[in-house]
């Protein structure tokens, strides 16, 4: 289905897309899925946690049984509180390394070589030609066109707005009562 400029244009501002006329342009212009790129960023980004939102630590608060996936990260965090660790830098952290994640997975869907263990570049030639890709998909359910362009927006699409940089000053007030 093809959408004009101006109906791309007031769908992108409503998904409050930064440059909404850019990626109006690309779809209506260019015929790139900058739709399905903005909603599958914008759906990725709600994987990682908010800016200010630490309730994920009491999610991980809870008591584990050692065997089960992940038990260490109950006893690390409250090794962490105890020596006094921010709840905000904790956030600030693991926000990080989600993005860090998030990035990577991106770079990966457009790149099969990107971050290739030292393992498979031994195998080269017997895995060269495998390659995969995220594709907008049809009617009928069939790949139709690629998405790309997925790292080169991600950080664009940070939700505070400052594409993964700090507040220019922390209240300090704010600070001492999430401790």
Do not use: H
């Not at 830098?89 to 770079?107: K, S, Y």
């Not at 790149?111 to 049809?138: K, M, N, Q, S």
């Amino acid at each position: 289905m093809t959408r004009s400029y101006d109906s791309l244009l007031r769908t992108f501002r409503k998904l409050e897309a930064p440059e909404p006329e850019s990626w109006a342009r690309g779809e209506a212009r260019e015929n790139l899925p900058e739709l399905a790129r903005l909603l599958f960023l914008k759906q990725a980004w709600t994987l990682v946690i908010a800016e200010d939102d630490a309730a994920w630590m009491q999610e991980w608060m809870r008591p584990m049984r050692p065997d089960e996936p992940l038990a260490g990260m109950q006893p690390a965090l409250e090794r962490l509180r105890a020596r006094g660790a921010d709840v905000a830098d904790l956030n600030t952290l693991v926000r990080g390394m989600q993005f860090r994640l998030l990035d990577g997975l991106c770079r990966l869907l457009e790149d099969a070589g990107y971050g290739r263990p030292e393992a498979t570049r031994d195998a080269e030639r017997e895995v060269d030609r495998i390659d995969w890709a995220l594709f907008e998909l049809d009617e009928d359910g069939q790949p139709a066109r690629k998405i790309a362009g997925l790292a080169d927006a991600v950080m664009s699409l940070d939700p505070t707005g400052r594409e993964m940089r700090p507040r220019k000053e922390r209240d300090d007030s704010t600070r001492r009562t999430q401790r």
